[in-house]
């Protein structure tokens, strides 16, 4: 089972039809004795990282999600839910994030370009995971004004152009994310889900 955090800044519907057409097993919800009993976590997130880092630590949800982490558990953070997989962003004013990653959120530099980056782009494969296995270089589908900028290569497992390299799919060790929304990216964004859902149940992939 896959536990869904709600802590009311998640596009929760479309994730959980996206589980519910993969006919898998999951749970919604914001209480920390529910979500403990789940083989793998789901972190979505739209709006402002400084409120969702806010929410997070008022309600003991970033404590139990490190806890969580450090015990060995999946989690797969979706738009903003990845972003604050990363040490900090400076979206309205520096705010510390999680750091099971190494990064830093920033805005989209000025240019002549249209920000949000929203809609269709190209996913282009950097390193080898699990969680890209049978999954093509397609379209997938973003809607963000800030992206991650880290020096450490290696996390990078897809990325997207947009006047800047995007980290688009990103992962270490048992965490994962993705700025795009895979559960509305079609056939490649269910396949990433289907291949964490694997991840979650320890299946391995035979090549």
């Not at 749970?27 to 529910?34: F, I, Q």
């Not at 949800?61 to 953070?77: A, C, D, M, N, R």
């Not at 920000?115 to 296995?133: A, C, E, I, T, Y």
Request: aromatic share 10%; proline share 4%; with cysteine.
């Amino acid at each position: 089972m896959i536990g869904i955090i709600d802590y009311g800044m998640g596009n929760l519907y479309s994730v959980s039809k996206a589980l519910e057409r993969m006919n898998y097993e999951y749970v919604l919800s914001d209480d920390p004795v529910v979500l403990r009993k789940t083989k793998g976590l789901i972190l979505p997130g739209v709006g402002s990282f400084k409120d969702a880092m806010h929410i997070l630590n008022e309600t003991g949800l970033s404590t139990f999600i490190k806890e969580e982490v450090q015990q060995g558990k999946p989690l797969l953070g979706i738009c903003l839910g990845m972003q604050l997989l990363f040490e900090e962003s400076d979206e309205n004013g520096l705010t510390k994030g999680f750091g099971f990653l190494p990064g830093r959120v920033e805005r989209f530099p000025e240019g002549n370009y249209k920000v949000p980056h929203m809609g269709w782009n190209k996913l282009q494969f950097r390193n080898n995971s699990q969680l890209l296995d049978r999954v093509e270089e397609g379209h997938v589908y973003f809607v963000h004004s800030y992206y991650v900028k880290t020096n450490d290569s290696d996390v990078v497992l897809a990325d997207a152009s947009y006047e800047v390299d995007v980290p688009a799919v990103v992962g270490r060790n048992n965490i994962y994310g993705t700025q795009f929304h895979p559960e509305k990216s079609s056939d490649i964004g269910m396949a990433i889900l289907h291949n964490y859902a694997d991840i979650v149940e320890g299946k391995v992939i035979v090549r």
